[in-house]
């Protein structure tokens, strides 16, 4: 179901070797990335990651340094950013206020100079798109920060650009707003088929939603992949540290990530003899669903184990000596150690 | 006691003898004003009448307004520009810009209306040099006339609104403008449908501040002028210290002072007047 | 009145223009002043007058050094009082309110001859007693009931020799005629002696000025308008004329000698149909130190050697007759009653000004604005 779709034929954008220095200080460090037509690719990282950077310069409001940008194989290093036809949905949504949500959203095509009954009904169907058709009288300031958020959107996707940036979008709204947004976001997205990159700092975000995620350090792509390829096969101790909770063990051939929920734990001397390591509960903390448990072991840092609170067989308390184990593909190796 | 006390917060008690001291000071003043415009010579409303009973205070009410309206339209308009150019510049620029504009403020009101004539003047600089380079022949009348009143005021009054300008413009969201141009809208769309209107509550106050402060202004004309453009303030001071027509003087300064009140209430009916000269925040 | 700015302008030259300029910025705050509140001892300065010393209200600067050593030095030693100064300038304006808000802290103001006529009937002036003051030692017509010449001033043009260098002006019709002496004139802004300047120009004899025809004489004034422009204190004709913006200016003697010298001269004088201004001294009513000092204060100005003292050190000239002809031959261009300037001279009528004044000003500020 595409009715709100862009030209599905382009919106493929290519990075080759892209720089970005203020000063003395390399932002973005020669990132080449493809991102495919239609896909939802996120940027996560740490603020100062070079992720903002990197958008900026694909939205072209900053000059590249060195390297290029290609969109469907051509270069638009040199393209403005008014005549881009890029999409963007910004931190803290830059509506415009002394505007209706309907000029809003229309503004795109307005200046664009198209006839007021296509704006019109581009605006209504936009409106549709993010079920905000009672609103679009409304100035932005009468509106809920989530209702904010989905104007700019509809704002953003109005003249169906190829593809949309959308720079920390929902890092306004509340937890329980963002995970509903979170849902409408990728469903528009599947709707209209344009090419979507995403900046988070918040990993719930970037796996719940991506297609692909690239993971930012320091101006550097540390690794890229799908959802599962990250969370599962982290190469660096960054990722297997910045996408979800990792145990680092050190071992002879090297350093280990491991999941805190892929440990098995059981009371002192139960495993019958499949423990990899032995230790003494130091903390439980309770988060309802799960229970994180700190276990002390000696000669190594705590490690984390998180275990489903209903399936605690076996009532686990503090200061108890307890057995840890996991299978052989739970442990994943390294490969900057 | 503690029947009053529900009523009224504590805090009035706080600021109750500052009250008092601004109503003595300042409310009866203003009200003697008032008194006098109706009861000096005699009782009655003839210093109003005189309003269209002589052509004189209706000219130099007109010369008046459309002075004022002129200086701030220029005024307004320069400092614009200036406060575009100070909040995009580079910050330590700006520092720069900013002293020079406050240092403005220091310079005498007579300094600056000489160091004018000096410039503009028959045989000042400008005149000379260019009847110098035969670019004229006969020196160009820029003073004592209206264009050297407006010349000496626009000159006074552009840092006055640069200062609600630059405070209006600091606040704007850069992203906004980003966004605009994102959208596909070029430089000059981006500053007529955005940049404009989201700087419309600093060009009011700007205007006000400007327009107000000309309504008071003296030495410039007086000197400028060449003695032909009388304005308001400087004849209500003729009528106050020379000619002692204290109730014409009264009639006109509260004509001012309704005039100026008339035109923040017109203003309050589109906007809110905090917002204007930097108070609360409006959407 | 107006001609006070006269003595301001004279006494403290062009730094003066400073105080004018703030004075005028606030000329809200002066109309707020004049709603009574506590002005009355601001405008008095500290100089609170009471038995043992009479305050004299004049224009600060010289004026202080000059009237004590012309008037207060031999005042002391005949009375045994002594002379202090409030030097803010006694406008009519301001001495109204103070006789009005009841706070009387000056003794005796140095004000014009008309101030006399417009203050003294409204009951804010004491009369003159001249039992102890001397109706001689003043010009006939200059000893009024509320006040009496201590000195005359006057207006005459001065004009620029590089322009008329050939065929120079030498009366107030060649002043009026733009177009056998073309070039911009410099008019006096507050009426006085521009009117009488444009009545003579227009033909009418020097003693039959008075009353003015106001009607003529502002025809006149505009119909050299285009070519005028008017100033308003004494600095402001100096530059004027030392910028070469005016080729003629209406100009006080004592400013014209000074414009004379800066200019080397290429500015010049002329005092034929000078108008003789008369200086008074008035005395506010109900002043604090009474009317006995005060009269002894007054006759003390107008010995002679206080009248020649005052012309020495203040260009003001002597209005007692027995002076004339004391007066020294250096000072003898610039006082307008030497004897070399005497028969060229008008006389300003005092009285007139005081009942017709405040229309006159208005009339000619609307003519010129």
Partial sequence: MREAASDAKSGGLTLSGLTKHFGSF????????????GEFLTLLGPSGSGKTTLLMMIAGFLDITAGDILLDGRSIRDVPAERRNFGMVFQGYALFPHMTVRDNIGYALDVRKRPRAEIAARVDEML????????????????????????????ALAFAPPVLLLDEPLGALDKKLRIEVQDQLKDIHQRVGTTFVYVTHDQEEALSMSDRIVIMQQGRIEQLGTPNELYEHPRTRFAAGFLGKSNFLTMPDGTYALRPEKIDIAPGGQMNGTARLTGTIRGITYFGAVQKLMVAVEGRDDIEVDVDSWRNPHALREGQPVDLGWSDTAAVRLEDT | MRVLGRHISPGW???????????????????????????????????????????????????????????TFFSVALGYSVAYAMVHAHARNQHVMLTFLLVSFWISVLVRTFAWLMLLGRNGLVNESMEAIGLISEPVRFMRNELGVLIGMVHYMVPYAVLP????????????????????????????????????????????????????????????????????????????????????????????LFSVLALLWLMSRFMQLSAAFGGGATR | MQDKQFMKETLIESAHAYKAGRMDRRSFLALCGMAGVATASVIAGDAKAAADHVVMWNWGGQSVECHGSAIGDAFTKATGLGVKYDTSGPLEGKLREMVDSGNVTADVADGDLFNAVSLGPTGH?????????????????????????????????????????????????DFFDTAGFPGTRALYKWANGSLEAALMADGV???????????????????????SIYWGSGSEVHSMCVNGEASMAIIWQNRGRNIETDTEGRYKLVNNQAMAMPGA?????????????????????????????????LGMTPSNPAAFGEIPEDQQPYAITSAMNIDKIVYNDPVWWGENGSEAVNAFLDAIS
């Fill in chain 1, 26 to 37: 390399t932002a973005v460090d020669n990132v080449d990335l493809d991102i495919q037509r």
């Fill in chain 1, 128 to 155: 549709d798109l993010v079920q905000l058709t009672e609103f679009g009288h409304r100035k932005p300031g009468q509106l809920s920060g989530g209702q904010q958020q989905r104007v700019a959107l509809a704002r």
């Fill in chain 2, 13 to 71: 008690l706080l600021v109750a003898p500052l009250l008092l001291v601004v109503l003595a000071f300042y409310a009866g003043p203003l009200a003697n004003i008032l008194w006098l415009s109706v009861t000096d010579p005699e009782p009655g409303i003839g210093n109003y009448q005189k309003l269209y009973q002589t052509d004189a205070l209706g000219r130099i009410l007109w010369t008046t307004f459309r002075i004022c309206l002129i200086t």
């Fill in chain 2, 165 to 256: 300008l630059l405070a209006n413009m600091q606040t704007l969201d850069t992203r906004v403008m980003a966004a605009s141009r994102n959208l596909g809208a070029t430089g000059t769309q981006t500053f007529w449908r955005i940049y404009l209107p989201l700087t419309a509550p600093g060009l009011i106050a700007a205007s006000l501040l400007v327009f107000i402060l000309s309504l008071g202004f003296y030495v410039t004309p007086a000197i400028l002028g060449g003695g032909k453009v009388l304005m308001v303030a400087e004849y209500i001071s003729v009528q106050l210290l020379v000619t002692l027509n204290w109730g014409t003087a009264a009639m006109l300064g509260t004509l001012m």
């Fill in chain 3, 125 to 173: 002036l004491e009369p003159i007693d001249y039992s102890i003051v001397s109706k001689e030692k003043t010009l006939p017509n200059y000893a009024l009931e509320y006040g009496v010449s201590i000195i005359l001033y006057g207006y005459a043009f001065v004009y620029d020799t590089e322009v008329y260098g050939d065929n120079p002006p030498k009366d107030w019709k």
């Fill in chain 3, 205 to 227: 004899p020097g003693d039959a000025l008075y009353p003015l025809d106001m009607e003529r004489a502002l025809n006149k004034v505009k119909s050299i308008k285009d070519d």
């Fill in chain 3, 281 to 313: 001294y008035i005395v506010p009513k109900g002043n604090p130190a009474g009317r006995d000092a005060v009269m002894k204060f007054i006759a003390t100005a107008q010995e002679v050697p206080a009248q020649l003292a005052l012309l020495d050190c």
